[in-house]
């Protein structure tokens, strides 16, 4: 085998660790809480900080990469989750938890930023479609394999086990990594804007802090106001800073390279559509339909799985025939999947959810690849950490858009459909086919979100196959 496609095996690995962990926690929640014997909003903060840092830390670190090189970052970030790791699940209390969590994070960060950028880095634009195609196929195992995994770990063994199995596989990831990936020189002259990280980590937190809690706390509450206007101000200070910073963190005149502005754009559309399903769908289906937890996960696993059936050949072809064309038909067929969900009755045969949920996946395979090997090979190879980092961190935020957009519409709408369904205390019927209502205007709503992505993938340009790395652009 030939030395890149063993790179790829150590960059799928921390692809699918990092989203197994984000993906295994949830199942695991009652356990914990009910350990601690704590409150439902406590508890939230396991997954909330964990969250808030990754998303936080991405684009610094896609920087830091380029800085110390991608391997050392690489490293350094699988050690810091393996041990976090181990930490978490030895935990004596809840505040020790979301402590170790928010370190966990860091290294999560750090092994998030990395792996699209090494895989940029180690393939030709010829094949790098390819390989992100077969990276995609570690995202999706760890995306449907979490809650059933969560679920056996917790009911087996227990909550603590969830982290505790990170020890033996991160380590084994280690030392893979430390033989598999090349030597790298860090690049001379090479500075890390501290300033410029300090604003952008400290803008995003605020920001995804606000979508994630907007909703509990009450979307023109002073708190979430004053973190809107805290985003603003400091992303500001940040424009300015590094316009007149000799390195900056992030060069912007990348954003004037159309198939980088336009692949980010599209990202974020893509997967506030992706996470406004996969958020609501459970409550659809335990409280609208009356599945069991372990039931729900398991109908929810047509969307990874058909994802990472897809995502290997829509990267190839992209590779052979560009990823305009491919990106816009995903997310073309993610409009048509969500709006497939707003026919979904509550009553429902298997066979009517699974063809819509696999419609669903099989928009996000054909859009993932194309569009991460677009955003990645339309910069200079100096900056490909810099835009790992920054397509990580558009995902992230998608994901939040998608939660805070879907959890304000049904807290809008459940109240309207509850009334014209029904006057007085309404039941348990009625309380379904409502929920079911509100659920459906979200994913309409997602649906013309997705429909802008569709105008943002075909505005990227006709980039081909094969086609060289770009000079570097202009300082802005």
Known sequence: MERKWLILTSVSLGSLMATLDGSIINIALPAMQSEFQIDLT?????VVAYLLVVGSLLLPCGRLGEVQTFKRVYLVGFAVFTLASVCCGASPNELWLVAFRVIQGVGAA???????????????????????????????IGLSLGPALGGILTQVATWRAI????????????????????????????????????????ALFALLL???????????????????????????????VERGSIQPMIDLALFRIRPFTAGLASVVVA???????????????????????????LLLTPVPITMALVA????????????????????????????SLTLLPVTFALPDLIWRLMLLGLGQGLFMSPN?????????????????????????????????LSGAIVATRLPIHLAEL???????????????????????????????????????GSSRPGQTEPAAPARA
């Open 42 to 46: 406590t508890i939230e903060w396991v």
């Open 163 to 202: 982290f505790l199995i990170n020890a033996p596989i991160g380590l084994l990831a280690i030392l893979w990594a430390n033989r598999i990936l090349p030597a790298e020189t860090p690049g001379t002259g090479q500075a890390f804007d501290l300033k410029g990280a300090a604003l952008s980590g400290i």
């Open 312 to 339: 290997p050949l829509s990267g190839a072809a992209s590779d052979r025939f560009g990823p305009r064309t491919l990106a816009s038909a995903g997310m073309a067929v993610m409009v048509v999947a969500l709006l």
């Open 372 to 404: 991460s090997s677009a955003v990645l090979g339309s910069v200079p190879r100096s900056r490909v950490g810099t835009a790992s980092g920054t397509l990580a961190q558009m995902r992230v935020n998608g994901q939040a858009l998608g939660i805070a």
């Open 210 to 240: 606000a979508l994630s809690d907007g909703q509990q706390w009450g979307w023109s509450s002073p708190a979430i106001i004053g973190l809107l206007i805290a985003f603003l101000v400091l992303g500001g200070a940040f424009i300015v």
């Open 422 to 460: 029904g006057a007085g205390a309404p039941s348990a019927a009625v309380r379904s086919a409502a929920l079911a209502g509100a659920i459906h205007d979200a994913f309409l709503v997602a649906a013309v979100v997705c429909s802008l992505g569709i105008v943002t993938s075909l505005v990227r």
């Open 271 to 297: 997967f506030a559509g992706l996470f406004t399903a996969t958020f609501l769908l459970p409550f659809l289906l335990q409280q609208g339909s009356g599945f069991s937890p372990i039931e729900a996960g």
């Open 110 to 140: 750090m092994i998030m930023a990395m792996g699209p950028a090494i895989v940029a880095r180690t393939f030709p634009a010829s094949e790098r479609g390819r390989a992100l195609g077969l990276n995609g196929i570690s995202v999706s």
